[in-house]
Structure formats: C-alpha cells, structure tokens
C-alpha cells in the first residue's frame, strides 16, 4: 500500500438522501439482501437498484456470496461493504505522544504504531504524524482513503485548532499542513467526540438513539449524541461539564474552582488525594487495585470519587434524558471498582419513580481513542456526515 499511488486521490462523492441510507444501513448491518434493505428504507426494489448502482460502480459497496432470499426464495447476492480494499488511519495526540491506528472500513483495528512528541511544535507534530501514517500505509493491502486526527481542545471545521491546552496550540492550521504533508483527505475533531461518534456506530450505544459519554481521564470530557446526530457545537470541544460542581468541600481545580469534576475526577485529583492518604506517590490503577483488594485508604479515596461520578452522571442524565450513559476514559474503572457508591450517588441525585438510566463502563485505551479518529475520517469522507 502505497500513499504515493494515484488511487489515493479516489474518494467517494459525499453521500446524501436515499444514498448514504443505503450505505449506512449496510456498512453498521451488512451483508444485507435488496429486499431487506427495501423494507428497512421503504423503498420499491426498482428505486433500491437505482439507487445502489453507484455505490457498487464507486467500489463503496459490492455484492457478497448468492444466498436465497428468505422474502421472494430466489437466490440473490446480498449487499456488503468492501472491507478489504479501503483503509483510514486514526491518530490520538496527547502531550507526548501521537497514538496512531490502521482500520477497516468498519473501524477494526488491523495494527498501530506510536511516536513520542518530543517537541509540541505544528511543525514536528506534522511531521511525526505523517510519519506514522506511512508506516501504517506500509503494514498491509489496501489503500488509505482518509486521516482522522483526535486531540483535546477545540478544533474548527476546517482542520484549524482553536486551542489545545495540553499541546499549547492557538490557531494553528494543523488540518491544513497535515493533509499537505500527506496528499490526503485530513479531518481533525476533538478526541472525545471522535470517542463518541465510534460509540455511535461500532460501540456499545450502537443503534442508540439518545445517549451520552463521560469521559474521565487527565480531564473530563463529555459527548452527546440526540436523534441519532451528535451535538457538535463550537464549544463541544471546551469541556464545559469538567466545572460542573460535584463537592462544595473538595479541592480546587488549576482553573481555580471548587470541587468540580476536574477538581475531584481527573488522574491529577485522585492521585493527588491519595498520596496525601497512603504517605507516598501512586497511580490511578494502583489506588483501584488497593482499594479492590481491600486497603481502608485506598477505598476510601475510590469511593469518595465514585460518589461524585455518580451525581455527575445523575446530573447528565437529568439534565439530558439519555437512553443510555457510557463512562469512558482511562480512569473509567473507578466506575467498577466503585460501582456500588456511583450507583448510590446516582440514586440520590434521581427523582425516585425516573427511569433507571443503564451505565456502560468502557475501559479504554489510547487504540480506542485512535479509532474513534479512524471513525470520524470514515464518516466524514465516506458517507458525508460533515462536522
């Protein structure tokens, strides 16, 4: 696979209308029969062929071994994706490394490299960025259609990073520079919407309609996602919720306020309490494993914290009504570890006859975060779906 081929340039048409049904329907659901996705869509089967003839023309779409129909009992050729010819590239950036992952066309992961940032320049990011994606461009078949950059801050729709607090970035045309480097299609996004859009379609809320992330981490992050579109305003991207106040008595965030989520959430909090508590520098994972394994301290310490993700996550679910709420981040197994003080907080922050709203930990790596990236290029270039 090569970046340096003309087939790089061979994108599809952004889909609209009946179109990126068709190819939605099959990308999430596929290998589907015409006459499913007729009765799926409510189209005639003449307007489907219509319709699909493209798709199949463009390589977007291609028909899979003859199965018979269980509607009209003839043999047909069901509808798929081609998951073997398109690739996407998705890079987390944090503030010392750029994580990178080569995916599917359905954001399977096939492997991944990673780089250090020994310098947070645009310049060198850039450059070490676009590194990572030749060697992925190298490790397989196939062609990389499209880029998908994740980072922390507040990106525009034009690849221009407002601001990035962990990089030290504002204004810079990273979108830009990136997809010169490369010849290649580049979308750059906050990484917890990237995170919540591969949720949307290959996760845990896939086929939810109405449902929310929290992110715990180095910060708070939040996702929203209503009528199966997500909410991605200007300032999606700021991490309003990480100052929502939690514990009038907790500690103060770098912003200077009391007890919010970032005060009492993040990695920076928790350890921070901890080694006051155990007399010595620790981790995150190794406060959980403590407090899992039974230390008074450690305990403590975690369920104090899982309390007040349970009135976070109250809060959002009250605030917003979702169908379902995913914790995420790489401190999400306090949710698990603490389980039983989130849900008590959560309880309490609930009216007593609200619906039980369902919470799904997800314990994620930077490889997720990577593909929520991959996620956000295949959607963007794929089937449209514009930031």
Known sequence: MSLDSPARQSLWTPLTGAAHQIALEVLLDGPLTRSELARRLDLSAGSLTRLSKPLLDSGLLVESRGVGDPVSGRLTRPLDVDDTTHRFVGVKLTSDTAYAVLTTLRAEVITSREAPLSDRSPAHVTTTVARLVRELAGAGPGEVRAVGVGLGGRVGADGVVDSARYLGWEDVAFGPALEAELGLPVV?????????????????????????????????????????????????????????????????????????????????????????????????????????????????VVDDAARAL??????????????????????????????????????????????????????????????????????????????
């Open 188 to 300: 750059v996004d906050n990484d917890v919407l990237s995170l919540t859009r591969a949720e949307q379609w290959f996760g845990t809320a896939r086929r939810c309609r109405h449902f929310a992330v929290v992110v715990v981490g180095v910060g708070i992050g939040y996702g929203l996602v209503v009528h199966d579109q997500l909410v991605d305003r200007p300032d999606a991207g700021v991490g309003l919720l990480g100052h929502h106040p939690l514990d009038p008595y907790g500690g103060l965030c770098p912003e200077g306020h009391v007890g919010c989520a970032e005060a009492v959430l993040t990695t920076g909090a928790l350890t921070a309490r901890a080694g006051l508590a155990l007399r010595r520098p620790v981790t995150v994972e190794e406060v959980l494993d403590l407090a899992s394994a039974g230390d008074p301290l450690a305990r403590r």
């Open 310 to 387: 349970g009135t976070f996550v109250a809060a959002v679910g009250n605030f917003t009504m979702p169908e379902r709420i995913v914790v995420s981040g790489e401190n999400a197994r306090l949710a698990e570890v603490g389980r039983e003080a989130m849900e008590a907080a959560i309880a309490a922050g609930r009216n007593r006859v609200a619906e039980q709203i369902p919470v799904d930990v997800q314990l994620t790596g930077f490889a997720e975060w990577s593909r929520g990236a991959a996620v956000t290029a295949i959607q963007t270039f794929v089937l449209g779906t514009r930031r």
